[in-house]
């Protein structure tokens, strides 16, 4: 019992990597599909400069209300407004074309996996994880995961404006 007691301060700190290893690695999985979708831009792709393909960040991971969490997002304001819905002062309607939310449930099946190789790589021998982590990002293919267990709009949420 005296030799388990020596080993946990490591066997937390690896459990801390893993989980780490693990949210980066769902992270980039989503990441990837969200430049996928918004490749085209919202609507006839005249105006696509590939400002906000390239303005979409991984920020963590943190520990946020005792839990550790990670943020995919984008700084600039119009990633939200076409999520969420704005007035377009061109075309005079509103207009809403989701691209972050529907990325992330379709991708959810995807990113536990991601999360579970990462997590295991890190577990069993502590240097997997990071090496999966690239090979994961640019996977492809369909996923019809559960729904998620997050807010609605919550990955479209700008994460640089901290209250």
Known sequence: ?????????????????????????????????????????????AWVTGRLLNSVEIAGPVLEAGALTIRVGSRLPYALYWELGHRNIFTRRFERQERWMPAFLESWDRQQQAYAQAFRGIVADGQTA????????????????????????????PYGRQP
């Not at 937390?12 to 490749?39: D, N, P, S, W």
Request: charged share 20%; glycine share 10%.
């Open 130 to 157: 990071p090496r999966l982590a690239n090979d994961i990002e640019f996977e492809a293919g369909p996923s019809t995961g559960p729904s998620a267990a997050f807010p609605p709009g919550a990955p479209s949420r």
């Open 1 to 45: 019992m005296a030799s388990m007691d020596n080993r946990l301060p490591q066997v937390t700190e690896r459990l801390q990597q893993a989980e780490a290893a693990g949210l980066r690695a769902a992270a980039y999985v989503l990441q990837a599909e969200i430049k996928r979708r918004l490749a085209g831009g919202y609507t006839s792709g």
